[in-house]
């Protein structure tokens, strides 16, 4: 018999940490290969992770809420010596980058824990936002001292080395505590830093136009009613969304993203699919899972897999496949009772599009005043890739499209 650890892996997107949501099993327990036996919460979603091994459970390495880098050991198991391996974990072995703690909380060990101290390599340890900040300005990372607390380079230090200034820690001064602190979880944090990054590279412009939606009111009803539609909730996001596809195919330059290249030119690349991003308030906070190839589903195929896609993220259930590669994004802040907005670019796309609520108002229809149901829509782009004809073309067609449905 002899103890084997288990590093966290990397689970597929480029992970550098995640933090330990909750365990599934206590020292002692008996497990088995391919047991869920933890929750982590990466940058994009809440992940289970199976046992490798199957044996006795000697020691919890890390205690719920911690936040911790990849290739740290998080689990210890008594297995024996012939006990194989899951295949299938890509662990990253950034090999001793120092644990950080959020929180109390108890950890639970048959031995005493040893911390991990950090070791220097050869290649600078960054985030991917932050490498994609480096990117963005021109600066390589292997030239820059590290500040960060796992001696990974941060986005000041980049921002620093972009400016030319040399580099000097600077002393924070503690803030007092007023009033409750909430820890900012990771879901939470990932957002914060792309909006940050989103609205530090990207101009933003925004457009609003008002729309008379008692057509698209009326599918809505008529397609509830269909057979073909049972399955799925059919709303009028479901009918901005094949707006949104019906639109791009007009003025393809929406879908698409501004690229920088490392000598300091650029590209736009032009998407030939539309991976349609939804932006979702889940407990965990604000996520965007993407619908894959939108604009090669029928409307009753897109109106289950948006479904599927809010009722996974409401429900905590994503996996971090279904937050990256997306295109173009829809954010529905009618729900919560507002008519408009300016929405922030999800980071490397090109548009993004809010729909208000739908409020009865006076409508001027064939010279008279009616009542009809109108929703406002806003839509941002990054005026470097697209310009203001093209942004006004892409939202009036939006418009016309939820006016009349041509369903």
Same mark, same amino acid.
Do not use: C
């Given at each position: 018999?002899?103890?084997?650890?288990?590093?966290?892996?990397?689970?597929?997107?480029?992970?550098?940490?995640?933090?330990?949501?909750?365990?599934?099993?206590?020292?002692?327990?008996?497990?088995?290969?391919?047991?869920?036996?933890?929750?982590?919460?990466?940058?994009?979603?809440?992940?289970?992770?199976?046992?490798?091994?199957?044996?006795?459970?000697? /020691?919890?390495?890390? &205690? %719920?809420? #911690?936040?911790? =880098? +990849?290739?740290?050991?998080?689990?210890? !198991?008594?297995?024996?010596? *012939?006990?194989?391996?899951?295949?299938?974990?890509?662990?990253?072995?950034?090999?001793?980058?120092?644990?950080?703690?959020?929180?109390?909380?108890?950890?639970?060990?048959?031995?005493?824990?040893?911390?991990?101290?950090?070791?220097?390599?050869?290649?600078?340890?960054?985030?991917?936002?932050?490498?994609?900040?480096?990117?963005?300005?021109?600066?390589?990372?292997?030239?820059?001292?590290?500040?960060?607390?796992?001696?990974?380079?941060?986005?000041?230090?980049?921002?620093?080395?972009?400016?030319?200034? /040399?580099?000097?820690? &600077? %002393?924070? #001064?503690?803030? =007092? +505590?007023?009033?409750?602190?909430?820890? !900012?979880?990771?879901?939470? *944090?990932?957002?914060?830093?792309?909006?940050?990054?989103?609205?530090?590279?990207?101009?933003?412009?925004?457009?609003?136009?008002?729309?008379?939606?008692?057509?698209?009111?009326?599918?809505?009803?008529?397609?509830?009613?269909?057979?073909?539609?049972?399955?799925?909730?059919?709303?009028?996001?479901?009918?901005?969304?094949?707006?949104?596809?019906?639109?791009?195919?007009?003025?393809?330059?929406?879908?698409?993203?501004?690229?920088?290249?490392?000598?300091?030119?650029?590209?736009?690349?032009?998407?030939?699919?539309?991976?349609?991003?939804?932006?979702?308030?889940? =407990?965990?906070?604000?996520?965007?899972?993407? !619908?894959?190839?939108?604009?090669?589903?029928?409307?009753?195929?897109?109106?289950?897999?948006?479904?599927?896609?809010?009722?996974?993220?409401?429900?905590?259930?994503?996996?971090?496949?279904?937050?990256?590669?997306?295109?173009?994004?829809?954010?529905?802040?009618?729900?919560?009772?507002?008519?408009?907005?300016?929405?922030?670019?999800?980071?490397?796309?090109?548009?993004?599009?809010?729909?208000?609520?739908?409020?009865?108002?006076?409508?001027?229809?064939?010279?008279?005043?009616?009542?009809?149901?109108?929703?406002?829509?806003?839509?941002?782009?990054?005026?470097?890739?697209?310009?203001?004809?093209?942004?006004?073309?892409?939202?009036?067609? !939006?418009?016309?499209?939820?006016?009349?449905?041509?369903?």
């Amino acid at each position: 018999m002899s103890v084997r650890e288990f590093p966290l892996p990397d689970v597929g997107e480029g992970l550098t940490e995640a933090e330990i949501v909750g365990w599934r099993i206590s020292v002692g327990d008996e497990i088995a290969v391919n047991q869920p036996i933890v929750d982590i919460e990466t940058a994009k979603a809440v992940v289970e992770l199976p046992s490798p091994f199957t044996g006795r459970v000697t /020691a919890l390495l890390v &205690a %719920p809420g #911690a936040v911790v =880098p +990849v290739g740290t050991p998080i689990l210890a !198991v008594e297995v024996s010596d *012939r006990e194989p391996v899951l295949v299938g974990y890509g662990v990253g072995h950034e090999q001793g980058r120092r644990r950080r703690l959020r929180g109390a909380g108890r950890v639970e060990s048959a031995a005493p824990q040893q911390e991990v101290g950090f070791v220097p390599s050869g290649k600078p340890m960054a985030k991917p936002p932050v490498r994609a900040l480096a990117r963005e300005l021109g600066v390589d990372l292997a030239r820059i001292p590290p500040t960060g607390p796992h001696g990974d380079i941060t986005r000041d230090d980049v921002r620093r080395a972009a400016s030319g200034n /040399a580099w000097s820690p &600077a %002393p924070i #001064a503690a803030r =007092p +505590v007023r009033g409750e602190r909430v820890p !900012v979880r990771s879901v939470q *944090r990932q957002m914060a830093q792309a909006m940050v990054r989103s609205m530090a590279t990207a101009p933003h412009v925004t457009e609003w136009v008002d729309v008379d939606v008692s057509a698209t009111m009326a599918l809505v009803k008529r397609l509830r009613a269909e057979p073909e539609f049972a399955d799925a909730r059919v709303t009028p996001l479901t009918i901005a969304a094949a707006a949104v596809i019906h639109a791009i195919r007009r003025t393809t330059i929406v879908n698409s993203s501004w690229i920088d290249l490392p000598d300091g030119s650029a590209e736009i690349e032009l998407y030939p699919f539309v991976n349609l991003g939804l932006a979702v308030a889940s =407990p965990r906070g604000l996520v965007v899972p993407n !619908v894959r190839d939108a604009a090669s589903l029928s409307l009753s195929g897109l109106a289950r897999a948006i479904t599927d896609l809010t009722e996974r993220a409401r429900e905590g259930r994503l996996t971090p496949a279904d937050s990256v590669e997306g295109t173009v994004t829809i954010t529905n802040i009618g729900v919560f009772g507002v008519d408009g907005g300016t929405p922030i670019l999800n980071p490397g796309e090109a548009a993004i599009l809010a729909t208000g609520r739908i409020v009865d108002r006076p409508w001027a229809v064939d010279g008279a005043l009616a009542v009809r149901p109108v929703m406002q829509l806003s839509l941002a782009f990054d005026h470097r890739v697209v310009d203001g004809a093209s942004g006004s073309a892409f939202l009036a067609d !939006v418009a016309a499209y939820l006016h009349q449905p041509p369903l």
